[in-house]
Nanobody, 122 residues
Framework: QVQVVESGGGLVQTGDSLRLSCAGS????????VGWFRQAPGKEREFVAV????????TYKTSVKGRFTISRDNAKNTVYLQMSSLKPEDTAVYYC???????????????WGQGTQVTVSS
């Protein structure tokens, strides 16, 4: 069993930077891929970025490429999302999730956090 807890959200201005953290529990956390998702008010949850178990592979949503960086420190059981050049449209609740299986070409996330609010003012 794995638990993940997000932190680091807050209120920032357009163009600012923010780093989110996803702390995982359990000895096997470093064997999971971990993704970041976000959900804005009135919108569906969307994928933001994912990192594989050892940090050797990452994938990003097109609109955040070049602005967001996902990384992990397995010694600390933590995955980070460094966000820069933030825009009002990045405002959302950000969630991290961990998983192991890929089903039909899609990653399956089994463990989700409660989310952290990011608000970008214009």
């Amino acid at each position: 069993q794995v638990q993940v807890v997000e932190s680091g959200g807050g209120l920032v201005q357009t163009g600012d930077s923010l780093r989110l953290s996803c702390a995982g529990s359990g000895r096997t956390f470093n064997t999971y891929f971990v993704g970041w998702f976000r959900q804005a008010p009135g919108k569906e949850r969307e994928f933001v970025a994912v990192i594989n178990w050892n940090g050797g592979s990452t994938t990003y949503k097109t609109s955040v490429k070049g602005r967001f960086t996902i990384s992990r420190d397995n010694a600390k059981n933590t995955v980070y999302l460094q966000m820069s050049s933030l825009k009002p449209e990045d405002t959302a609740v950000y969630y991290c999730a961990a998983g192991k299986a890929v089903v039909g070409g899609e990653r399956r996330y089994d463990f989700w956090g409660q989310g952290t609010q990011v608000t970008v003012s214009s």
